[in-house]
Structure formats: structure tokens, C-alpha cells
């Protein structure tokens, strides 16, 4: 079946730190991959997105890439700040589903000190 | 227009009470969801309705009803809840079988089941 798996957090991390958080996936096919972040308070925002391998998504100083050989999609930013302070979703769209069945990973809550 | 509206932002209801939760979004699309998102968990898949019509319903019990009176509203009636009901409830639309299948999602309504 279709899965997505993130490190588990929380990840504390000064402001200017480098970030990474891991995503791998199962799935069959080529699906699309999503990470959403949700600040406190607040419903999900799609940060950035990629629908074939070796596409780069990035948004806001943040970048994935599609990685078919690895089944992967991690997150990295070169310089976080304290308003970077959310939790991170990363989501697998199966192929062939009209995109109705979104899969999330657990999430990882990032925290920035300043 | 890119946002999904949601009303109201909190609800505080007795397990008696018959309550509405409200969604709206003027982007055309044609496919709206229901999540319910316990704390620290991902968001969980309730119903799809994708030209007005119920397309998913992730056996939600049938205190939970949804409606779609038209393209750009989207309904949840609530009745006789229990208290493990209390969550956020994440309104999200999309456009079927176009992009990547991201979502788009309103900010939630808080419940609470007293």
C-alpha cells in the first residue's frame, strides 16, 4: 500500500541552523509529493510540491527533490528563522486517483530559538 | 481568490446539540473534503465530494453528515456527538484529476463535545 514515514521530532534548532527533515514513501507508480506546513493555530499550507523524479519543488527558502531511487522527498532550508516554527507534513498524492486520497506522514514539529 | 473560509472558528457543544460547521471557497474547484485532525496527528479523511456529489465517505459515523449544496459550499451537521469527537476539523478543496492533486485548506474549527 501507500505510505509516507518522516523523522520523528520535535527538531530544536537556533535561528540561521540548517535544516533537514527526512521523508521516504511507499507507493506504486509515480505519485506526486507534497509537504504542507501548519503553523500554530492554523490549517495546512502547501509549501512546495513535485510530481516526477528528479523535480525540485521550493518555496520560501525551502527545497525537495523527487528522488526515485531512494523513494525519497526530504526538506531542507539553508537558514531557518524563529517564524519557521511550525509542524511539517509530508504527503504522497497516488498516481491515478484524481488526487482525492492524500497520504500524510506523522508530521515533525520544528522549533527555532532565537 | 485563493483561500478556503471556514465558520465558525471555535465550537463548544453539548453531546445533545445539533451544530453546523461551514465551508467555503470561490477558487473553482470542484472537489471539497472534510478531515478531522487530532492533536499532534496528521489530518485524517473523512468524506470527498467532487461535483456536488459524495465521492468518499471513510466510514465516519452517521452523527457526522455531510452536505454540498453547490460547487462552492461545503457542510458538516453534527449531531449527538461524543466528547473523543473534540478535534480541529480541516475543510480543504482541490481540483479533480488537475495539478498535482495539492490541496487547499481553511484554517479549521475547533470543537469541543462537553
Known amino acids: 500500500g501507500n505510505s509516507v514515514t518522516q523523522m520523528e521530532g520535535p527538531v530544536t534548532l537556533s535561528e540561521e541552523a540548517f535544516l533537514t527533515i527526512n521523508c521516504t514513501y511507499t507507493?506504486?507508480?509515480?505519485?506526486?509529493l507534497f509537504w504542507y506546513v501548519q503553523y500554530p493555530g492554523e490549517g495546512l499550507q502547501l509549501l512546495l510540491k513535485?510530481?516526477?523524479?528528479?523535480d525540485k519543488g521550493s518555496n520560501k527558502g525551502f527545497e525537495a527533490t523527487y528522488r526515485k531511487e531512494t523513494t525519497s522527498f526530504h526538506l531542507e532550508k539553508g537558514s531557518v528563522q524563529v517564524s519557521d516554527s511550525a509542524v511539517y507534513f509530508c504527503?504522497?498524492?497516488?498516481?491515478?486517483?484524481?488526487?482525492?486520497?492524500?497520504?500524510f506522514g506523522a508530521g515533525t514539529r520544528l522549533f527555532v530559538k532565537a | 481568490d485563493t483561500e478556503v473560509t471556514q465558520t465558525p472558528k471555535h465550537l463548544v457543544m453539548g453531546m445533545t446539540n445539533k451544530k453546523s460547521l461551514k465551508c467555503e471557497q470561490h477558487?473553482?474547484?470542484?472537489?471539497m473534503y472534510w478531515y478531522k485532525q487530532k492533536a499532534k496527528k496528521p489530518p485524517e479523511l473523512m468524506f470527498v465530494?467532487?461535483?456536488?456529489?459524495?465521492?468518499i465517505n471513510e466510514s465516519v459515523p452517521s452523527r457526522f453528515s455531510p452536505e454540498c449544496p453547490n460547487s462552492s459550499l461545503l457542510n458538516l451537521h453534527l449531531h449527538a456527538l461524543q466528547p473523543e469527537d473534540s478535534a480541529l476539523y480541516l475543510c480543504?478543496?482541490?481540483?479533480?484529476?488537475?495539478?498535482?492533486?495539492?490541496?487547499?485548506f481553511g484554517p479549521g474549527t475547533r470543537l469541543t463535545v462537553l
Open positions: 480543504a478543496s482541490s481540483q479533480p484529476g488537475g495539478g498535482a492533486g495539492e490541496q487547499f
Open positions: 504527503a504522497l498524492s497516488p498516481f491515478n486517483t484524481g488526487g482525492f486520497k492524500t497520504i
Open positions: 513535485a510530481t516526477k523524479a528528479d
Open positions: 507507493a506504486t507508480g509515480y505519485p506526486s
Open positions: 477558487m473553482g474547484h470542484r472537489a
Open positions: 465530494y467532487s461535483y456536488e456529489k459524495l465521492s
